[in-house]
């Protein structure tokens, strides 16, 4: 359900909602079909875009032969086991385990315990990221809510299933830096026990935690002094009466999101981090304190796994870039290459007890893949298990993608040239013409090689997309993402007004048929891009955007920081509130509406707690208030972003709408 919200509701009872004329309710669409919008006079048919492939969130067990997923079916999004051994890896063979409708809430990290038979997921219930363990048994359908806790950063099995371990966070302290335990849930009792908390000194994040092959020890990550830049490998010992975090890593180097891989032995471990520019595998051990670089990647390490082979055992990595991945295996004990294959798809490694590993990802050009990699000596081969069926290719591809690369404003000191920037054109397969072109460029995350239905929707309307990675994007070195720290609203912006520049040349496109878009740093980035006042850090820049499209976006950073479930991703973007109070608001949209040049079309979801909806509705007032134009979608029971049909329909036709006088 929709809900609008007017400047007047606003300012006399700020959380209530009315109806506003307009806007079109998703009954009013179409006559002859409900997922019919319209644009330039043509009815396009969006429901085999944006659900025409209906399979998502895929868990796959190796050893089992079995695999957990997402279906959308009608207007429900409902959760599927497939058991292979009996029906091969055919999706439309899986069963239908649960009466829940996930459209209504998020499952994280969904994975299928062979002990018990059941299934386990991070979750919450109304889409609101109150994180909790859940389990649901396939035969009875009866879910379980195992802990009520504010938030659970991760959560592992030991080795024989029946214990969890996670991370749970509690709160945040008057800096923004957590307050988390690492507990232990016993899956027979349900009795929790707390075996570590956290301090400011190291503060638990997102993170697996990794139980030792004995069962002493856990490994995770955790950020000293509350910095997302100050990551580290930190160990518990459950048999010591010291419960207090173990450091593994260097606390003075500087590194992002850590992780275990895995333990070698009871007593050694392997982990990546970012601390030489690129993630690299490293060996420590928790005896002597020692810790040894393995691998001298230049690829982002998507996920690496240790597989028991014949002759010993190897580490496969997924080495992943926005213009392709590859697999690379070595021996675990030399850590010598013994092969490698490279993908055009990207995606992550699932092991099991036997040889070689299934890799499941997906592309540019296409959602699924799910692939059976083995090794024979110095070679890998690959067998496909399942991917989308043709007639998906036919119905639901609207876009034709290309690398591009284009100039920004300053100079890449590795080479001394002006900085060159990666990007996907996504070409509509049937364009407007020439003389009517748009094009919809995204503000962040854009560049990677993903298969995104937002591209596809616009597509299907004939309208060009540019996904292009500015300053801070992942995927490429630890230092190009690293660029944007502190400098949220700065030089990331330069480069998007680059890519705007870029495309408008490139495509023979005026600027006031070029408009922005984007999701959470997106919508943001989307409502700086459509209100910029012409110079950030001493550097001057312009571009006359025709439209922007923010969903799911902040507009005041300060109050971002106060009221987000993430403030650590504000002070690490943007600096700190206190001592950066002046830049902030300086570069907060909502503080800027009156020099707003493009109209704006504002989307969020009511439930949505990681990026609270007050950022929209303030915009919207603050732009009423200018006399800008600006229209605004709540929608009811959405969180971080839309996942109803119903509620994507609608947003898609008032988004038309916007560029009907373009």
Known sequence: MKHIVTAATLAVLPTTLVACNSFLNPSELSSNTNSEVIFK?????????????????????????????????????????????????????????????FDSRNAWGRSYNSKDGKIYW????????????????????????????????????????????????????????????????????????????DSKELSFTWTTPVWSPNEQFIALSANKDGLRTNGNIVYVDLNSEDNGLKLVTDPSAARQFPGVVDWISDSELLFTSSETGFSNIYRASIVDGSVKKETDFRQHVANSRIVEEEGGKTLWSMLSSPLGSKIEVRELKSMKV??????????????????????????????????????????LNIKKLAG????????????????????????????????????????????????????AIEAFYGGGNRFFDQYQALCAAGIHVFSPSPRGS???SAAFQALNDKDLGGSEIIDIIYAGKFVSEELNVPENRVGVFGTSHGGYATMRLVTFPGEVNGVEAQFKWGFGTAIAGFSNIIRFFEESNIPDWVTLEAGDPETDREKLESRSPNNLAEHAFAPLLLVHGENDNRVPVIGSRDMYQKMKEAGKPVKYLEYEGEGHGLKSLENELDMYQNWFEMLEDL
């Open 388 to 439: 989308v069926p043709q007639s998906f290719e036919e119905e639901s591809v609207k876009c034709v993608a290309e690398a591009k690369v284009f100039p920004t404003f300053d100079k890449d000191p590795n080479t001394d040239t002006t900085r060159m920037l990666h990007g996907f054109m996504l070409s509509p397969k049937d364009p407007l013409p020439p003389e009517e072109r748009i094009v």
């Open 41 to 101: 006079g043509k009815k396009i048919d969006l429901e085999p875009v944006l659900k025409g492939f209906p399979y998502s969130g895929f868990s796959v067990d190796p050893t089992n032969q079995v695999v957990v997923y997402l279906k959308k079916q009608g207007s429900q999004e409902t959760l599927m086991f497939l058991d292979a051994k009996e029906n091969g890896w055919d999706l439309e063979k899986g069963q239908v385990v649960s009466d829940i409708d």
């Open 338 to 379: 013994v092969a490698s294959k490279t993908l055009t798809s990207d995606g992550y490694l699932t092991t099991g007890e036997g040889e070689g590993a299934i890799v499941v990802g997906g592309s540019v050009n296409s959602p699924f893949e799910m692939q059976e990699v083995t090794r024979n000596e110095g070679s």
């Open 122 to 197: 991070r979750g919450d219930e109304q889409n609101d990221e109150i994180i909790n363990l859940y389990r649901l048994d396939p035969q009875t359908r009866e879910v379980e809510k195992l802990t009520d806790v504010p938030y659970i950063y991760g959560s592992s099995f030991n080795s024989d299933k029946t214990k969890i371990a996670f991370v749970v966070r509690l709160g945040y302290d008057e800096d923004g830096v957590s307050k988390g335990e690492l507990r232990i849930l016993d899956l027979e009792t349900l009795e929790q026990t707390t075996v570590a908390t």
């Open 474 to 476: 992942g995927g490429f």
